[in-house]
């Protein structure tokens, strides 16, 4: 993946410029963990959902179904997860007991409970509360802005795990999630140990993104990339190529006035030859030109009249300004099957197929 990850770079930086984006980072890659889950699949093997509740008992749910299916990129339990708080209290007096021994943490933390919190804590959850619940106390710090969440509690046999999903993030900040989860004495008679299960999850994986050869760059400029082009894979809905943008300035050869400027503009938006009209001025306009005249680009033979025709008055007297870029294609393989699964399979059968005009190399 090292001459797609610096293609990424590259094009981030140059987004950056002009705007904020959202971005994902990359996950954790843990396959003997992993286990694709759906609404029809019960995320712990053999467990069974019992209920919770994270407003003191008011609202009750047996799982936070927020998608209809998610990938898990690893998977770790109790000690194993970094930077978290997890206990649980099956009476007030656990609970002040856990209180002190839970004050401080042993690592850097961040947004934790102070005195004060720790206080509403125990003014909140009292002896009352205890007659009929337990507690649950989920604290983590994340050194990104990584949303957790309660999916689920899981009961099996004399345990009980709490599953927490989390995004990976990449947004240069810290963050904190807090759950202090309710559940029902009924619910949990015989339960004897406590459990934690963190998930790295994401969205499912719905398409497959490459670089092009650079043998080949010109000429899928020029003609593009279709299904027909990568015949023999499987599960294969969409190709969409995205090609760094041919750019030019058009310098007027006199300071024009609003009206003419915005007439010039209206003939670029509406000529099939542009791909899209940017920075505009009443001495110069910047465009993207079609990438079908890549050669006529590439060597700047590249005229006005070749957008545009005879449609500007006294356009020949307009100067052309080639930009320099660096010509760099991705390919977005969209999936008619989603999921981790399916992914991997059609990393699979790209390695096996190896198409020439892809980068080979960014499938390992």
Known sequence: MKNLFNICLIIISMLLLVSCVDSSGNRENNTSDYFHYSQNHESIRGGQETSFSLDKGI????????????????????????GMVFFYATSYEQLLEEVENNRTTPFYSYMYLDNDGWNKLLDTYNEEYFEDNILLFYYKYEPYISENYVHSVIIKDNSLTLNINRFDGM?????????????????????????????????????IVLSANEAYIRNIYVNGLSESDFLGLNNLKSVNVWTWGLMIDIHFNQKM???????????????????????????????????????????????????????????????????????????????????????EAMIDQLRELNYPFINIEDLN
């Open 59 to 82: 609202s009750w749910y047996t799982s936070n179904n927020r998608s209809t299916g998610f990938d898990i990129w690893s998977v770790k339990t109790n000690e194993e997860v970094p």
């Open 171 to 207: 947004c240069a900040a810290l963050s904190s999630w807090h759950e202090f989860v309710t559940i029902k004495k009924t619910d949990i008679e015989n339960i004897t140990e406590f459990n934690v299960v963190v998930r790295t999850v994401s969205e499912l994986k719905s398409s």
């Open 257 to 343: 006035s609003d009206e003419r400027l915005n007439g010039i503009i209206e003939v670029l938006k509406s000529s099939e030859s542009i791909r899209s009209v940017g920075y505009t001025s009443n001495t110069w306009i910047r465009v993207i030109v079609n990438d079908k005249f890549y050669d006529k680009y590439k060597d700047k033979s590249l005229m006005l009249e070749d957008l545009i025709g005879n449609e500007i008055k006294n356009s020949d007297e307009f100067m052309i300004e080639f930009k320099t870029i660096a010509p760099i294609i991705l390919i977005t393989l969209e999936m008619e099957e989603h999921g981790r699964n399916h992914y």
